[in-house]
C-alpha cells in the first residue's frame, strides 16, 4: 500500500494545481454576477429644499424633502446573463404630504458589468422606446475601474459621464467617489401653465411651459464589489415659457443617502465582498498551496520508503550479529 501513495499523492497534487486557475478564471466569472432576486430600499433627504406645490399653486422653500428608491428584482424574466429590476422612487414632502415626482422604471442589467440593455421589456414609465445604455445602479462587479464611466439618468432618459474623483471614506469603508454633472436639459412640457407663474404678463394667458433639469450626482462606490454605498443628488427642475422667456423653479434640492442607509449598504457590500474575496483569491490560492505541497509528498514519498526499508534492513543485520556474538560467548 506504502509504494501507490506516491502517485496518488502527486495526482491529487495534480488535481488541486488545475483547480487554483480554474476556479480564478472561470469558476469566479459565474459566480461574480448581480442577484436576479435582489431587493432594497434607499432614503435619501434633503433639507432646506424648494418645491412649486400644484395642489395650493405656491412656491413653497425652506422644506425638508424625502426620496424612497425601491430596487426589486424579476427572477422569473432575468436570466443567467442579465437581471430583470424593477424600481420605483418617489420624492414627498413629508410634512404637507405633497407628491413632487414619482418615476417607475425596468432596467436590464448586465449581471458582471452593470451595462443596461434594450431587452426583456426595459422601460422608463411605460415607455419601451427609451434606448437605455452606460451603467445603471452596479459597476464592474469587483472590477471597478479609476476612470469615467457612462452611467444612464432616468429624467433626461440618457447617459451621462460620470467621472472618478478620488476616495473617501464612508462610515469607516474606502469608497471610490464618481461624480456626474448634468447640464440643464429639455425634458419635457407642461401644458396650460399660468404665464404669471413664470413671472410673464397675465395677459398672455396658459402657456406650453418647457421643463428642464440639471444635476450634480455624486456617487461613491465600494471598489472591492461595485456596489454604491452612498448617494446625494443635487437637483434642479425648472419650467420656462416656450420662447424661453420667464422661470419657475418646480424643484430645487440637495438630496443624500441617510446614515441608517448607508449601514445597510456597506453591510451588503461586505457580504458579497467575502463571496468574491473567497472565489477569486482564498480558494485558488489555498489550492494551489496544498497542490504543491500534494505534488511535493508524492516525489519525495519514494526516497521516504527507500529510508525506511534501508533502516529496516539495518536493524535486521544488527540482530543477526549480535546472536552470532552471543552463541559465542
Known amino acids: 500500500m506504502r509504494r501507490t501513495l506516491g502517485p496518488i499523492l502527486i495526482g491529487l497534487g495534480a488535481f488541486f494545481l488545475t483547480l487554483a486557475p480554474m476556479t480564478r478564471f472561470y469558476v469566479a466569472d459565474q459566480l461574480i454576477v448581480a442577484p436576479t432576486d435582489f ?41 443567467a446573463s442579465t ?10 414632502d413629508p410634512d404637507s404630504g405633497a407628491d413632487i415626482a414619482i418615476r417607475q422604471a425596468r432596467y436590464a442589467v448586465n449581471r458582471r458589468t452593470g451595462e443596461l440593455s434594450n431587452c426583456c421589456g426595459a422601460s422608463i414609465g411605460q415607455d419601451t422606446s427609451v434606448r437605455q445604455s452606460g451603467l445603471g445602479f452596479i459597476w464592474p462587479l469587483a472590477n471597478v475601474q479609476k476612470r469615467t464611466y457612462a452611467y444612464f439618468d432616468p429624467s433626461t432618459r440618457q447617459a451621462w459621464p460620470i467621472e472618478y474623483q478620488g476616495e473617501d471614506t464612508v462610515q469607516g469603508l474606502r469608497a471610490y467617489r464618481f461624480v456626474q ?18 413671472g410673464l404678463p397675465v395677459k398672455r394667458g396658459n402657456l406650453n411651459a418647457v421643463q428642464y433639469y440639471q444635476a450634480t450626482v455624486t ?13 446625494r443628488e443635487q437637483v434642479r427642475s425648472s419650467a420656462r415659457g416656450p420662447d424661453g422667456t420667464g422661470s419657475l423653479v418646480l424643484v430645487e434640492a440637495d438630496l443624500r443617502t441617510q446614515a441608517a442607509d448607508e449601514k445597510a449598504l456597506i453591510n451588503l457590500s461586505d457580504g458579497y465582498a467575502w ?48 546472536a552470532v556474538v552471543r552463541q559465542r560467548i
Open 39 to 79: 431587493y432594497q430600499k434607499t432614503t435619501l433627504r434633503a433639507e432646506h429644499a424648494t418645491f412649486f406645490d400644484g395642489s395650493k399653486v405656491k412656491l413653497r422653500k425652506d422644506v425638508s424633502l424625502v426620496a424612497v428608491q425601491t430596487v426589486r428584482g424579476d427572477p422569473t424574466a432575468s436570466t
Open 83 to 92: 437581471a430583470l429590476w424593477d424600481t420605483f422612487t418617489s420624492i414627498t
Open 181 to 198: 454633472t448634468i447640464p440643464e436639459t429639455r425634458v419635457g412640457t407642461l401644458p396650460g401653465l399660468p404665464a404669471k407663474l413664470l
Open 275 to 322: 463571496q468574491f474575496a473567497a472565489v477569486r483569491d482564498w480558494i485558488p490560492v489555498g489550492s494551489l498551496v496544498f497542490g504543491l505541497f500534494l505534488l511535493a509528498s508524492g516525489v519525495l514519498q519514494p526516497l521516504f520508503e527507500r529510508g525506511g526499508s534501508r533502516d529496516r534492513r539495518t536493524g535486521s543485520h544488527s540482530k543477526a550479529a549480535e
Open 219 to 231: 456617487i461613491w462606490v465600494d471598489p472591492r464589489t461595485g456596489v454604491p454605498v452612498s448617494q
